[in-house]
């Protein structure tokens, strides 16, 4: 069974260029959360995602950022306009129904040049 | 509103020794606790997690955490440290009780210094 896959791992984007982030869930997990992380920094929250539904998304900026979780295929961060400070690593973590824990993905390093 | 603070940045303890990483947590009903391990340059590791029952967790590498309800704390410990358990460490909460659908809560996280 494998885990939760991000991809890709490392994504270098001009300023003003859109970023698009991908998350695969694990096997049966219909539950997804984005993570942002500074550099020296903790883990702050972005969106959360049910299977075609956004459950909370009061981490994410209003402006530029979105995210998706279709019934098929994997779960999309997208930044549009990147600017110098979306620079962070994102991760993914995805969960089954009920009380378990969540699985954390390797994560994507975005730098903005 | 939920929260989890861990009030130290940094703990450095000379391997051998005994070890532990505090957490508190605030939620309005029931907590759903976990500490996760992030290694340089890679996602986070889940250690162990408290829904109900025995007060001292036991998780993965040796780790365990007791769950204090009177104090809201969740403090990971380990009886004897080593080098490779320097890391950056996350506590977590979730309410189990608040109804629908809720996120997982991260502390800003404590790096743990293990000094051979």
């Known amino acids: 069974n494998a885990g939760v896959m991000q991809n890709p791992r490392h994504l270098v984007r001009r300023r003003g260029q859109e970023a698009r982030l991908r998350c695969s869930p694990m096997?049966?997990?219909?539950?997804v959360y984005w993570y942002r992380q500074l550099p020296e920094e903790g883990l702050k929250f972005m969106v959360y995602?049910?299977?075609?539904?956004?459950?909370?998304e009061s981490g994410m900026p209003k402006e530029r950022f979105s995210a998706e979780f279709p019934k098929e295929g994997p779960s999309i961060l997208r930044i549009q306009q990147v600017v110098r400070g979306d620079s962070a690593a994102y991760f993914c973590?995805?969960?089954?129904?009920?009380?378990?824990?969540?699985?954390f993905g390797q994560g994507t390093r975005l730098t903005v040049v | 509103a939920q929260s989890v603070a861990q009030p130290e940045d940094q703990v450095n303890v000379a391997e051998g020794n005994p070890l532990t990483v505090k957490c508190t947590y605030s939620?309005?009903?029931?907590?759903?606790l976990f500490w996760y391990v992030q290694y340089p340059n890679r996602g986070l590791q889940f250690l162990l997690k408290?829904?109900?029952?025995?007060?001292l967790v036991k998780g993965s590498y040796g780790f365990e955490a007791e769950f204090n309800k009177s104090q809201t704390s969740f403090h990971l410990k380990k009886p004897s440290a080593l080098v490779s358990d320097s890391a950056l460490y996350f506590c977590?909460?979730?309410?189990?009780?608040?109804?629908?659908?809720?996120?997982?809560?991260f502390g800003t996280g404590t790096k743990l210094q293990v000094i051979p």
């Open positions: 096997k049966g997990h219909s539950h």
């Open positions: 995602l049910q299977k075609e539904n956004i459950i909370d």
């Open positions: 939620v309005s009903g029931n907590p759903y």
């Open positions: 977590a909460v979730r309410d189990l009780d608040s109804g629908g659908y809720q996120k997982v809560t």
């Open positions: 408290y829904i109900t029952g025995d007060n």
């Open positions: 973590a995805s969960f089954e129904t009920g009380n378990t824990e969540a699985f």
